[in-house]
């Protein structure tokens, strides 16, 4: 009688243990940890034999390298840069070239994006079709292609600085870019940014107190013209009081060369040109398909109203449609600020060109080099992402 209740207690025993792996949640958890573990042994093999090999060529591992003087020169920085500073500052300089364009870029392509998807939908045939060769055209050409044709086909072409074209407000283009005046902060000129800082408060006080005035009594207080005047007038005020602290000065044309004024790169123009009409075609259909996506029923309401069509377009139509169109705008923009490191086919000095170019070819340290350049991207890409889904977030609809 004992021996059959040991074995039918092992017997149980075992059944449990069987019954306890083949729960799905328990064998998901197993296969895990066994994945992980796998994934860690491959990481930790890949990265020994990384430094083994840069032991045995004598290469010395590590970011020591960032505090070395660079010893070259940037032809574009947004910050004070000499060759004589260190890779470190060169790794700051690119970043913030690399973050001008992409900004700049997501503006300009979503604006002309917004414009061209709009202009499709257009009554007027000639508009819609002219829209739509715009779309057609751009989206299907190589965005290399593309930064290729702005640089070496049409800046490239322009006059020399002796000959240099013109233009309003004091500026000049040829081939060696365009130059525009350059802006001198005079004492006081803080205090207009202080009154503007001001003025933008006001403006965002008065947006509460009206929605909370109209949740209250129903009534709809102005609000695009007391806003202009606050963020206008304000700093205007505070401007004119501080005796104008702003000055400019020109770019003035030599015999052979312009001086003064600021030089905008034709790189930089070539780069920012060609991302954002290639991107701004995209965005175009986005735009296009999150407008069709809006019920018909919605556009005839509002012109039942006796709204034009203007106004139904931006406010009844659009403000539904970014609802749409916001997910899919995510991903041109995280394309755009990733496809900015073409700048190196076409000499402009980016986070690409500068960090994982030239001081990788100086310091040999592959490895840390491209680390921390997959890391920037990687991070700008997730802010990005971050930013976008708050905004979608806050334009979704709300059930009640």
Known sequence: ?????????????????????Y??????????????????????????????????????????????TAGFDISQSL????????????FWVGLLNTLLVAVLGIVFATTVGFMIGAARLSQ?????????????????????????????GVLKTLPSPRESLALPFSSYLNSRGLYVPAVHWEPGFGVVVASL??????????????RWRHTQTGRQMPILLPSLGVIVGIPLLAFLLMGMPLSFDPPVQGRFNLTGGIALLPELIALLVGLSLYTSAFIAEIVRAGIMGVPTGQREAAAALGL?????????????AMRIIIPPLTN????????????????????????????????????????????VYLVLSLLTSLFMNWFNQRMALVER
């Open 308 to 320: 034009k069509p203007g106004q139904i377009l931006w406010l009844v139509v659009f403000p539904q």
């Open 79 to 90: 910050i004070p840069y000499e060759n004589t500073m260190t890779y470190a500052r060169a």
């Open 23 to 68: 729960d799905p949640k328990v064998r998901g958890i197993l296969f895990q940890v066994i994945v992980v573990a796998l994934i860690s042994w491959l990481v930790y093999g890949a990265v020994l034999n990384t430094v083994n090999n840069l032991e045995a060529q004598g290469i010395a591992s590590g970011f020591g390298f960032l505090d070395r």
């Open 124 to 152: 007027n045939w000639l508009i819609a079709q002219l829209a739509t060769a715009y779309v057609e055209i751009l989206r299907n050409l190589p965005p290399l292609l593309m930064l290729f044709a702005v640089y070496f």
């Open 332 to 375: 041109q923009y995280l394309n755009l600020t990733k496809n900015s490191s073409l700048a190196v086919a076409i000499g402009y000095p980016d986070l690409v060109s500068v960090f994982a170019g030239t001081v990788l070819n100086q310091t040999n340290q592959a490895v840390e080099v491209i680390l921390i350049t997959m890391s």
């Open 197 to 210: 800082f001001v003025a933008a408060m006001c403006v965002i006080a008065y947006w509460v107190w009206a």
């Open 1 to 21: 009688m004992a021996k059959l209740a040991r074995r039918d207690g092992a017997v149980k025993q075992t059944r449990q243990l069987t019954d306890y792996f």
